[in-house]
Nanobody
Framework: QVLLVESGGGLVQPGGSLRLSCAAS????????TAWWRQAPGKQRELVAS???????NYAEFVKGRFSASRDNARNTVYLQMNGLNAEDTAVYYC?????????WGQGTRVTVSS
């Protein structure tokens, strides 16, 4: 079973930046679509960004121009660079891996944007 482990969350001031990482236990990211999601308190989980097998990325409108997703196949890791953070970005961030028959999820990493 592939494990996904997110890291990089924390407390950041408005306007600040964070880089989230999601490491897989195997060399699998390049074979499947991966995605970043977030879930704010009292809200449903929402898609933030995705990385296709060919490396193309897509972003939710609310993060376009601020967030950037990338993949490092050699390190079995995907990243989410988050710039220009604001209070509305406060959430638990999850990475996911879309397999043929199921979606794997990491445990999440909490991002809090506050002064």
């Amino acid at each position: 079973q592939v494990l996904l482990v997110e890291s990089g969350g924390g407390l950041v001031q408005p306007g600040g930046s964070l880089r989230l990482s999601c490491a897989a236990s195997g060399n699998i990211f390049k074979f499947h679509t991966t995605a970043w999601w977030r879930q704010a308190p009292g809200k449903q989980r929402e898609l933030v960004a995705s990385i296709a097998v060919d490396g193309r990325t897509n972003y939710a409108e609310f993060v376009k121009g601020r967030f950037s997703a990338s993949r490092d196949n050699a390190r079995n890791t995907v990243y989410l660079q988050m710039n220009g953070l604001n209070a509305e970005d406060t959430a638990v961030y999850y990475c996911s891996l879309q397999l043929i028959s199921e979606t794997l999820w990491g445990q999440g990493t909490r991002v809090t944007v506050s002064s």
